[in-house]
């Protein structure tokens, strides 16, 4: 897969050259590219922003560098054939949330383009501009504000790219992970059993794997109902066994006309 990331602070995008996403670049299986957008400035000061139309606090990032930066990478041939866009991921606060399924999304594409903003953001005529060239998927990290898309950028590369097949290397660890059935992880322990007066759920002990398969799957929905109890609206009830019902009976929720709907506390 190939990755260009374009920003004003290439050296943010070290951390890729570490770890896993590092390893994967040195086998060849990603092929990060870091571009500099001051590179594509035409001025003495290497600008790239301006103060914004209508006022306002702040700076905005100018078009034109953008369109510069950006127009080599629409032409360059990729894995994927020449016929495929690009697509150019713009991280924003005002974008669509960043998901496990987006992860997955991008990565069964061949090329992804991330442009970081800095200031109040980029022109959107290059945004527009860019439309013409490439998929443009706005992207935030969650509801708070970055002072740059480079840390979302890190994110989401890290995100995407160990789903690439061959980065993490027991891909079974894939399976099993917080949001890949749409419910978090369960706990997790390793030795010794016993630790400053803890001891790990006895069943783990047990080597009866059925048995502890279905205590890990209760223990999913636990932490689901407590934590992010608004996964659980996308839990197909249809597919829950009785033991899965009875982990979630004990969260607070139940099935109610095949949906599942947190018990109201006061029993009414
Ligand atoms: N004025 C913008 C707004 O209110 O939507 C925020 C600009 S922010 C200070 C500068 C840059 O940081 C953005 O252009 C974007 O690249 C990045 N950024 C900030 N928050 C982000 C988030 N939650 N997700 C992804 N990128 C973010």
């Known amino acids: 897969m190939r990755i260009d990331v374009v920003t004003i602070f290439p050296e943010y995008l070290a951390a ?3 770890s896993l996403i590092g390893k994967a670049r040195q086998d060849g299986l990603l092929d990060v590219r870091v571009h ?7 001025d003495r000061h290497r600008t790239v922003d301006d103060t914004p139309y209508g006022g306002g606090a702040g700076m905005v990032m100018k078009p034109e560098p953008w369109a510069l930066a950006l127009q080599p990478l ?31 999304e ?9 442009a970081c903003g800095r200031y109040e ?19 935030s990290l969650g509801d708070y504000v970055l002072n740059g898309g480079e840390v979302a950028v890190l994110a989401m590369v890290e995100a995407v790219g160990r789903l690439i097949p061959g980065v993490v290397g027991n891909p079974e ?7 890949a059935d749409g419910l978090l992880e369960y706990p997790v322990f390793t030795k010794p059993s016993s630790w400053r007066g803890r001891d790990i759920p006895e069943v783990l002990l047990s080597g009866n794997h059925a048995k502890i398969a279905q205590f ?18 996308s839990v197909d009830a249809a597919g829950l066994t009785a033991t899965d019902r009875a982990a979630l009976s004990e969260a607070g929720f139940d099935v109610v006309d095949g949906l599942l709907v947190r018990r109201d506390p006061a029993g009414s």
């Not at 500099?36 to 035409?42: C, K, Q, S």
């Not at 990729?78 to 998901?99: K, N, Q």
């Not at 890990?216 to 609206?233: C, G, H, I, N």
């Open 74 to 104: 629409v032409a360059e041939p990729v894995a994927a054939g020449p016929t495929v866009r690009p697509t150019l991921v713009v991280p924003s606060p005002a974008g669509e949330v960043f998901t496990q399924a987006m992860a997955h």
């Open 106 to 114: 991008f990565a069964s594409l061949g090329h992804l383009v991330f």
């Open 216 to 233: 890990r799957r209760a223990e999913q929905f636990r932490r689901t109902a407590v934590r992010r109890p608004d996964l659980l609206a």
């Open 173 to 179: 660890s894939l399976v099993e992970e917080s949001h």
């Open 16 to 18: 890729l050259e570490l």
């Open 121 to 139: 953001g980029i022109d959107e005529r290059a945004i527009e501009w860019a439309g013409e060239h490439f998929e443009v998927r706005p992207v």
């Open 36 to 42: 500099d957008l001051r590179e594509y400035t035409t």
